[in-house]
């Protein structure tokens, strides 16, 4: 399956934005999505997760209550909304895929077979 991640950009300090993955040459339905987001200087670090279904999501504590992960499995596409953003949010986000993810592995990058190319976000202050 391929990914392409939308949506990011320039934002001031509190605004929002939401980006989008969109899947194709695959049954999307099937996978497990995680977004992810890598800052100058720093590691990838997890952000949020949708298990296939989108029955089951989770969060980053840095961004719980501010981003929302959803997916339209119809339009084969992942979404992330991301309000209250802040400085530390600049970074470049990636999402990723998977099938043999199990629920206590979602936050671990190592476990997604597919990555999207990234998409920056940035807040200015």
């Known amino acids: 399956v391929q990914l392409q991640a939308s949506g990011g950009g320039l934002v001031q300090a509190g605004g929002s934005l939401r980006l989008s993955c969109a899947a194709s040459?695959?049954?999307?339905?099937?996978?497990?999505v995680g977004w992810f987001r890598q800052a100058p200087g720093k590691e990838r670090e997890f952000v949020a997760y949708?298990?296939?279904?989108?029955?089951?999501?989770g969060y980053a504590d840095s961004v719980e209550g501010r981003f929302t992960i959803s997916r339209d499995n119809a339009k084969n596409t992942v979404y992330l909304r991301m309000n209250s953003l802040n400085s530390e949010d600049t970074a470049v986000y990636y999402c990723?895929?998977?099938?043999?993810?199990?629920?206590?592995?979602?936050?671990?990058?190592?476990?997604?077979?597919?990555w999207g190319q990234g998409t920056q976000v940035t807040v200015s202050s």
């Open positions: 949708s298990r296939w279904s989108g029955g089951s999501t």
């Open positions: 990723a895929a998977g099938t043999r993810l199990i629920l206590s592995n979602m936050r671990n990058p190592d476990g997604y077979d597919y």
């Open positions: 040459g695959g049954t999307f339905s099937r996978y497990h």
